[in-house]
Each structure stands twice: as C-alpha cells, then as structure tokens.
C-alpha cells in the first residue's frame, strides 16, 4: 500500500528485528561495546537489560550477525519460558544438536561433547537468551551449570542473558547469588534521546529507500519522540500507521497535527497508549487532508470530542468525590453505631449500610502468592465467560518471588499474563503490605474498577483490599470466613482485617459463614459458594503429570516411588516450621525415619530450601528414599498428590485438594483454619510433635482415611460468585 506510494523499496517500521535495520544510537553503542568485552572474557555471564521494545531482540540479532563472520558458534535461544528440562532441550536444538526422546543426562553429555568439539577445532560457543526475566528457576540453574562445563581448565560455553527490566530485581535475591558471581559484565539500555528519535526514523527510512517522501516536520519529530518516549518498537509502530495515514490521505508531508491524529486511533484501538497530551500541546488544528474544508471538519470534530472528553472527566470525577463522601459518612455512622453498641453493651447491633455503590467498570483480580493461582483462574475463566462478559484485568503483586513457581503456574492454569505487575518481591511481613499498597494505588486509580477481587490469606489479599477500600472502592475476598483462632499466624490476621472491608464475601463451607456472622458481617454481604480450589483440581485432574515423570524429568529414577509401599508427599512452608532451627531439625529427622519404611517425596518451596541451609540441615536430607525435588508446577504438584499413599503437610489448600481427592492427608500444624477437612474429609491435625506424626503415619497406613467431599464442592463454586459479582454490578445485590 503506502510503499508504492512513497515509493519505497521495503517496509522501513516492521516490527520483527532485521539486523540490516540495526540503529546504533549512543546506548547501542555502548550496550555493543559491553557485549564484546564480556565476549573478550570468554566465560561467564553477561547481563543485558532494558525496557520492552528498547531493542535488546535487535542487538542480539545484530551481534549474531557479526559473530557468524569469526571464529565463535553462536546460537540464540528467543523461548525462554521453559522448565529445566526443556530449557535443555532448547539449547541443544538452537546448537542444531539431536534432542528428541534423550534424558536429561544424555542431553548434558551431548551438549558438552558438542562444544568441546568446537573448542578442539578452535571455536568457541556463546549463547544468547532472551526474554531473561521469564527464565524459571531451576532452568536458570541449568544454565549456570552449562556455564561451568570446561576443557582443560578452558570454559566451554559462554552464556549472554538479554531480559527486562524485572530481570534486574529478580538477580538481587539470595538465591541468585552463585549466579551473581558468574557475571562478568552488565549494561541496561535506555530509550534514545530526542535528536536520537529523529535520527533513528530517518535512519530507517534511508534504509527502506526513502528519497524524501514524506517530509516530516520538526514539530512531527517532537510529537513522536514524545509520546513514544524514545522507545524504538513504539516509534516503529507509530511510524508504520503514520505512512499507511499519509498513503489514505495522500499527503506527503507528516506534521505535528497527522501525528496528534494517528495518536488518537491508536489510542482508540487500545495499541498504544497516549503520552499525556503531547499531540494537543502541538497540534492545536485539526489534520490536513485533501481539501482545506475537510481539514478544518476533521480538526472541529476533533476539538469537540476534547471538550466532549475533558467534561466527562469533570462529571466521573464529581461522581467520585460524591461518592467518596458517601462513603466517609457511612463508615463514620458505622464507627459512632460501633461505638454505642460498646458502650451499651448490646453485643452484634443492626446491620451496618455502609456498602459502596458501583462506580468505575469491570473486575479487577489480584494475586500475589501460589495458592492464589488456583484460586483466581477459574474465577476468572467464568466472569470472562459470561452471557455478557465482564471487563477483567489481572495484577500480580509479585509477593510469589519464585518465578519458576509463578512461570509454570500461570502456563499449566491457563491464566492470562498479568496485565499489571507490581514486582514487590520478598521482604518482612510490614515492608511487603506497606510495598504492596504504595505499588497498588497508581494501578487502582489508573485501572478505574467498579470492584477488586481478592483471594486467600496473603499479604497480598489485606494490601490491595485496603487500598481499595480507602480509595471508596468495592472490596470482594474468595474463600472468606475460615479462621484458625491463631492471632500468632500472619495469615489469620490477614482473614479477620480482609474480611471487615470487604463489600461481598465468599465462603467455602458452613462453618466459614457462622464465623463472619459471630464477627457482627451483615447477613446481605455472605455468600456460601464452595471452593474455587476444587474447581481448578476438577477441572484438570486428568491433565495431571504422571508421578513417575515428573520423577525422571528431574533426574530421579522413578523405581524408587514405584514399590508396593507407594510414597509419601511432603510439603513445608509455614515459618511456624521452618524458621525456628530446632522446630525444623525435629520435623526433617522424623521425615527420615518414615522415609525408612515409605519412600518421601519432598517438592522444596525457596523459603524452606533457604531454612534448610542455613540451619545446616542438608546432610539430613541425604537420605536415599527422601526424594527432593524443585517447586513444582501445578499439574505436577497434584499428580503427585492423587496418587500419594498420603500426604504431609502444612500446606492450607493442600489440606481441601486431598479431602476431594480423597487421599489421607497429615497437616503438621497445631490448627487449621479449614475444618471441614478434618470433620468431612480425610485430613488429621498433628502438629511438630514426632510422636504424634509417627503415630498417625502408622494408623493411615494400617487403615487409610476416610472421608466425603462438603457440599457445593462440585466444580461450579466460580459460576456462583461469577453469578453474584454481576447482579451486584447491574445493581441488583443487596
């Protein structure tokens, strides 16, 4: 279309890297100088990071391209959101080395007879990985070890990671440490500057052709620099629709009003989003089109649908202010009606009012922790399956900071990418929540939601919940109601204060429901719903990985869980058990004796694996039928878990998953905040003691456990609260 037009001999804006369009600004320069100093190193880790679209993709097509030139094997992996083995098998193949049906030891050894290879013929091997922020744990693990293979003291391979800019956080944790030392050179690149923009468009022109149609204007140039902030992949697309405009319009000139317009479409169909009035401030007429007349139509309507704009803005601010002071005033009556009902002694009182009235549009969800993950997909899946779909966005917290964990989670439950990712991370109990609510509150404002949904227990849940509700906003908490009666627990202070903000509460069993009754919850806000946990199991139990596989794909001979004994599943995470050295010697050594008669599986989450270190607890774990494994991924976890002997745990949601699969489950705390598995179920309270664990392994072994799934555990909990939230959004809950 537009080429013929300008008469161009390729298309200078694709977005798919071509090295021949390679643009070498001042931070490219430098980011290529890094690249080949780290190359000069020969071993190692090199770190290259920089927003989306900055042109990390294009440095490594471009380097690549050089390189094929010299006496280097270079190979370049773009799929980085694998697991271990996977990843593996990525290297293998991007060497153009066999890899289908090999294990995991015979991919090793194939990869490192391959590049000692180039060595003896005096070459040696770089790979280059990109999207490094996607890299699950233990695949990056891998990697590190590929690293340290060598030929007589010469290393063998030398690994470049190319990520954005989480991918920098994500190497300040402890875990990362082994590999922090590896690296021996980074660079995080930047968007270029205003005289860099102009330089780069120009650029691409030339090399597509362009003698000088169309023209673009100094003030074009400066509209674009600003709205797409020097990021290369946003001027590219913005560029692309500027010609194709231009072609439609028959202009040959681009200038500051065409910008401001094509701004405007883009904006429109949601592909890019606007920088703060840059086109307005320069473009104060309308375009110009072929005839003056229609210029001028163009820019009136234009300048109409501004003022049409900036007085819906007034109005839906007014709206929120308005309802801002409802709801001060209602939490004020709540609080003078709390306070006489102290005094008076009159126990529960009438029913609060205080529910806020739906303003802005759509759900959105929020999760921060594993648990979550389960919870927020189903819930998710219904309300975008809705007769009328429901507008949903997703923001992940980060809390979760194991992004293997998180990666193989999100992937095996189908859930979307988060469309936010607020990257907390680790930290104490207060720093985190206070993090969270300092991150959540831009995102609040700026997502404009008539309600958030939150889940669970975690930081997470009371952070985003408070926010919201401060912020006159409509709170509602899945899997309200359970409660330990433990203040000591984190979690269970998490639950009560959750609970008191939220708008709707959803419940998973009777006895959640009596709970928020006693703590004085109007009978309107509680619904029974049953499990969203259960929904997730049922509806990919069959998609489960075998036990045996997941058992080789880590490197372990899947005989040793294959006797006629069956094996036990082991999870810890709790600080209860874990923080305190002495708590988690007595539980890893009693694991060890129970390991002599039932072989264990133990899927170690980071915190506990980091506990176990530092206590000096490894040698413990040596034992040969205590089978330690990395975090696992969801269909993993629970193929492991269906065909478990029994399970131990301190896991909360593990303790639902086993009473409807119906496998005898052990819980390793003193409470639990979930009953109904204990009264219904097959799950037994035992807490750290070794001789009441010791006691109850024996009886579930001798007997088994029997139990029955609760009620309204069907598969269909998330259709219930799906069915709730849009009658509250049309207005008709109580």
């Not at 703060?276 to 210029?295: C, F, L, W």
């Not at 964990?405 to 859930?415: E, H, T």
């Not at 919850?521 to 997941?550: Q, S």
């Not at 880590?554 to 209860?576: F, M, Q």
Request: contains cysteine.
């Amino acid at each position: 279309m537009y080429q013929s037009f300008y008469r161009l001999e390729s298309l200078p804006f694709e977005l798919t890297p071509d090295p021949a369009f390679f643009f070498m600004s001042r931070g490219h320069r430098r980011a290529m100088a890094y690249l080949r100093y780290g190359l000069s190193k020969e071993e190692g880790f090199l770190v290259l990071t920089g927003e989306i679209g900055t042109g990390k993709t294009m440095l490594a097509a471009a380097l690549l391209r050089d390189l094929a030139r010299e006496a280097v094997i270079g190979a370049r992996v773009a799929t980085s959101q694998l697991e271990a083995y996977d990843m593996l098998e990525m290297v293998a193949a991007s060497f153009g080395l066999e890899h289908e049906g090999k294990s995991k030891t015979a991919l090793i050894k194939r990869i490192e007879a391959f590049l000692a290879d180039g060595v003896a013929r005096g070459r040696r091997a770089l790979l280059v990985v990109d999207e490094a922020q996607n890299i699950a744990r233990d695949a990056l693990e891998e990697l590190r070890l590929l690293s340290n293979l060598e030929l007589d003291g010469r290393p063998l391979l030398q690994i470049f990671l190319f990520g954005q800019d989480e991918f920098r956080r994500l190497l300040r944790a402890p875990h990362m440490e082994q590999l922090r030392q590896r690296v021996v050179a980074a660079y995080h690149l930047g968007p270029l500057r205003s005289d860099e923009t102009r330089e780069y468009i120009e650029h691409r022109l030339r090399r597509a052709g362009w003698k000088g149609d169309p023209v673009f204007t100094d003030e074009a140039f400066h509209v674009i620099h600003r709205f797409s902030g020097g990021i290369p992949r946003r001027i590219n697309t913005l560029c692309d629709r500027l010609l194709l405009y231009g072609y439609l319009e028959e202009l040959h000139e681009i200038s500051a009003d065409v910008v401001g317009v094509v701004i405007e479409e883009l904006r429109e169909e949601a592909f890019l989003e606007a920088a703060p009035s840059a086109a307005m401030e320069a473009a104060p007429a309308g375009p110009p089109g072929r005839s003056p007349r229609r210029g001028e139509a163009a820019g009136l309507e234009g300048r109409v649908e501004g003022m049409e704009g900036r007085m819906a803005g007034i109005e839906e601010r007014l709206d929120g202010i308005e309802a801002g002071v409802g709801a001060i005033r209602e939490r004020m009556e709540a609080l003078l009606g709390a306070a006489g009902r102290a005094e008076a002694g009159t126990g529960r009182g009438r029913p609060a009012t205080r529910r806020h009235p739906p303003r802005g549009r759509g759900v959105l969800c929020v999760v921060g922790a594993r648990p979550n993950f389960m919870k927020i997909a189903p819930v998710m899946r219904a309300l975008r399956e809705a007769p009328e779909p429901v507008r949903v966005r997703l923001v992940h917290t980060g809390q979760h900071y194991d992004e293997a964990m998180k990666d193989a989670f999100f992937r095996q439950l189908g859930l979307p990418e988060p469309d936010v990712d607020l990257g907390v991370g680790s930290a104490s109990h207060a720093v985190q929540t206070a993090q969270i609510m300092e991150r959540f509150e831009p995102v609040l404002e700026r997502e404009d939601p008539a309600c958030v949904v939150v889940v669970g227990d975690v930081n997470s849940t009371l952070a985003c919940a408070l926010v919201a509700a401060k912020a006159g906003r409509a709170v509602a908490h899945v899997e309200a109601g359970l409660r330990s009666f433990d203040r000591t627990m984190p979690e269970e202070v998490n639950r009560v204060l959750t609970d008191q903000v939220a708008d709707l509460l959803f419940c998973t069993e009777p006895r959640a429901v009596e709970n928020l009754r006693g703590e004085g919850i109007e009978e309107g806000r509680i619904h029974l719903v049953g499990n969203v946990m259960i929904d997730t199991l049922l509806r990919h139990r069959e998609l489960a990985v075998p036990p045996a596989r997941t058992l080789a794909r880590h490197g372990v001979d899947p005989a040793v869980i294959e006797g006629a004994e069956g094996y036990i599943l082991l999870t810890l995470h709790r600080p209860a058990n874990v923080d305190d050295p002495a708590v988690l010697r007595r539980l890893i050594k009693t694991v060890r004796g129970i390991s002599d008669a039932v072989p264990v599986v133990f899927p170690v989450h980071p915190r506990t694996a980091a506990r176990i270190e530092a206590a000096g607890l490894g040698d413990l774990m040596g034992a040969r039928r205590i089978v330690r494994l990395p975090p696992l991924g969801y269909l993993e976890t629970l193929g492991l878990m269906a065909e478990a002997r029994l399970v131990m745990t301190d896991s909360g949601g593990m303790q639902e998953e086993t009473t409807a699969l119906g496998v005898p489950c052990i819980t390793l705390r003193e409470n639990t905040e979930r009953p109904i598995t204990v009264e219904q179920g097959t799950n037994r309270i035992v807490g750290s003691d070794p001789n009441r664990i010791l006691a109850a392994v024996d009886h579930v072994l001798a007997n088994g456990a029997q139990g029955r799934v609760p009620q309204l555990w069907d598969g269909r909990a998330a259709e219930r609260i799906r069915d709730v939230l849009v009658s509250w959004l049309n207005g008709r809950a109580g």
